[in-house]
């Protein structure tokens, strides 16, 4: 237990240290990149002194090293900014969208993992027949099609052909939303009690979740299956047979627990790269989101929006790595983590 | 000889790897060729012919017409190039960068390692698209600053891998007898440890290839990539995408177009893979 807790406090470190690193890149390319970001975003029609303004206003006109203090210092106080663009504050535009996201790819996360790892199991079960030559080919297909190839194909098929689910947005329009708790609208509708409106918004997530988590479900798959089938090869799977383990027991304890070690891992980094995938799959779906928000604030040249949007999805994509390290460090008995040996 | 080895009889015998083979050359040469091979080369681009508009798939335009009247397998075809010329671009920049880096902090060591990997770390702790979109931010939506902004988070990938082959190929004998002989240090980097880090990184730029055309695609599908009226398989799917259901065939087949790019250059790259006997 000492031992893992150590490597989780030097993960964190190592994670904060990363998220330093982020600001600071951040924080160059908004600077660096030619272009007076002042200029930018007031467009070309404004005098030289409303410009010179702005460029006070956003410690434009102090020494690089000073404006990022400055910018860390305001980020500490959760102060990211005025939205050139929406003209309130970004902290506040991303409250407003994050949720609807975050709830999209944890959906996206659930069925990845629901579906991905099952059908793992069934193709080691089945290997080299049937059930497992397909679960290669969805592999295949699923990391090589873009996301929003995925929505606009799944949106065809489930919602014009089959006509089953809704096409687009998050609510139909006959429906109030339910009282605000989390922003999350099915979990808030879940909190207060408002079935229809809980399957409705339900409903209309299926499609762009399902279109996020394609990419990484396939790959769960075969992970799954040929870690499963490497430890069925061991010695201590066999042992246990000779012992006259149930086949039930090996299969669950000795060959898929080790087997989940490898594919949480890289089901994390899938899990966080949805985020990027969520930019594409929420313009396809009219997907309140705060992807479609960061793709309006690239449109627009409105730096702090950028600035504050690149920041939140970098602290979400190293908090789920955080995570990863913990549910894994906590299935892996046998977790003794290297020094950097050199 | 490598076509007498059993690497390539694996190789030639698996059916997914020569598919694969088939599908980037097939793309290669439309894309080299698109003006000869294509039944409307004169619609690629600019062009308007509203009596032939949002025609559906027919013997004269296998993959129907746009809104405007132009030829969409000919767009298609022309949008290979775009996809094929970002990637070669972006890997033919991105992998010399890394690899020299990579070359660096695994044999120098000491503070130049802490700082190339620990920069290396930052740059992988973002989404691939979310980074190029944070830099795209900042510019004008073209194919060149799509490129460049692609070509800016994609080296620490290379960084990464060859750090680890150049970590681990600097403890074999052959580097210690260089260096006992006084070989010099760009010697034993450049003509020793690299030509050994060669199948691993020809493998990653095959897979890659996949990748940087699939983030390129994402880029212009969100309108911070290709420029219309140039074809791009990326931006013609959201193009298509307001005309669903009904004129279903303009965004379908450029994403399929996408989808089976991408899948060639995975199938070659896995299929080089076992080849080289590389891990990657």
Redesign the interface.
Known sequence: MRSFLSYLARRLLASIGVLIGVSILIFVIARVIPGDPARIALGPTASQSQVEALRHQLYLDRPLPLQYLEFVRRLGRGDLGISLYTNRPVVQDLEAYFPATLELVLLGGLIMLVIGIPLGVLAAYFRNRWPDNAARVFALLGVATPSFVWAIFLMLLFSYAIGILPVAGQLSENLKPPPHVTGMLTVDALITGHWVVFWNAFRHMLLPSASLAMAGLGQAARLTRANMLDSYNTAYVETARAYGVAELTIARKYALRPALIPTFTVMGLDFAAMLGAAFLVEVVFNWPGVARYAVEAILHKDLNAIVGTTLVIAAFFLVVNIIVDIVVGYINPRIHIKRDSR | MIWRSKAWFRFSRNA?SISGFVIVAAAVLLALFAPWLTPYPAEAGKFVDFAHASLPPSWHHLFGTDTIGRDVLTRVVFGFRVSLGLGVVVLALAAPVGVLLGLLAGYV?GWVEGLIM??T???L???????A???????QPNLFNAMMAVTVMWWPWYTRLVYNLARSIRTEGFITAAEVIGASRSHILLREILPNCFPSILTKMTLDM?FVI?IG??LS????GVQPPTPDL?SM??NG?QY??DL?WI??FP??A??VL??GF??LGDGLRDLLDVEV
């Open positions: 997914l060591g620990r920069t770390d930052v740059f702790a973002l989404p691939p698209l979310v980074l979109l944070a830099v795209l931010g900042f510019l996949g699939l695609a994402s599908f969100l309108g911070l990326g799917v959201a995408a669903l259901p279903w965004p379908v994403g399929i996408v989808l991408v899948l995975n199938l």
